[in-house]
Nanobody, 115 residues
């Protein structure tokens, strides 16, 4: 059974940092490209960063230079280091395969950035 469990969210002031983690179980991780998505209230879920199995990364323009995605293929985890956070980064963050997501969404982890 596939499971994706996100953690690390919280409340932070603008300019602060958070590190999100995602633990993947089942066969979803293996050699798949993994990504972090986010969904702000009333908005669609968007892909903000993804990483290939060999560590090639790609970022949405809105987070480029501030967020860093990484993965550990032994531990089946993918992380998102978020620096210089802005109020517009407030959202629930999810991990999943990318750029095409699987149906196995986790519960996400909420990030709130106060101004």
């Amino acid at each position: 059974q596939v499971q994706l469990v996100e953690s690390g969210g919280g409340l932070v002031q603008a300019g602060g940092s958070l590190r999100l983690s995602c633990a993947a179980s089942g066969r979803i991780f293996s050699d798949r490209r993994m990504g972090w998505y986010r969904q702000a209230p009333g908005k669609q879920r968007d892909l903000v960063a993804h990483i290939t199995s060999i560590g090639i990364t790609n970022y949405a323009d809105s987070v480029k230079g501030r967020f860093t995605i990484s993965r550990d293929n032994v531990k089946n985890t993918v992380s998102l280091q978020m620096n210089s956070l802005k109020p517009e980064d407030t959202a629930v963050y999810y991990c999943n395969t990318a750029p095409t997501y699987s149906p196995f969404w986790g519960r996400g982890t909420a990030v709130t950035v106060s101004s």
